[in-house]
């Protein structure tokens, strides 16, 4: 069960092609913004759909594989967990950053 404790699962169309960057480390990442579309009805029983988007970050193999298969606007299934962070921009304002490390990934449509 502790697996369970940070766990996130999405269905949702990719933003745009991600690409593959490297830290000043040596290991690869790639960033990609992923779209998901919540349904819901109003008391007139019409149809609103709201798209969020989402910050997914995948790290080395997985990166490499991303960047290699995933396009713009294909539908994939994300495992990751969430994560948040904070960061001081050049001005020494504090940026507060969600985004979930992706595990897996799932092709669904292309």
């Given amino acids: 069960m502790n697996n369970l404790r ?20 040596g290991h690869v990442y790639t960033k990609i913004s ?22 997914i970050i995948a790290w080395n193999g997985l990166a490499k594989m991303i960047s290699q298969y995933v396009s713009k606007g294909q539908e994939i299934c994300v495992d990751g967990k969430l994560n948040h962070r904070t960061y001081d921009d050049l001005e020494g304002r504090k940026n507060y950053i969600t985004e979930i490390i992706a595990k897996e990934i799932l092709f669904l449509k292309k």
């Fill in 6 to 25: 940070n766990k996130v699962q999405l269905i949702g169309n990719v933003g745009a092609k991600p690409s593959l960057e490297e830290t000043k480390n």
């Fill in 34 to 55: 992923l779209a998901t579309n919540e349904v819901s009805y109003n008391k007139n029983g019409e149809k609103n759909q709201e798209t969020i988007w989402h910050q």
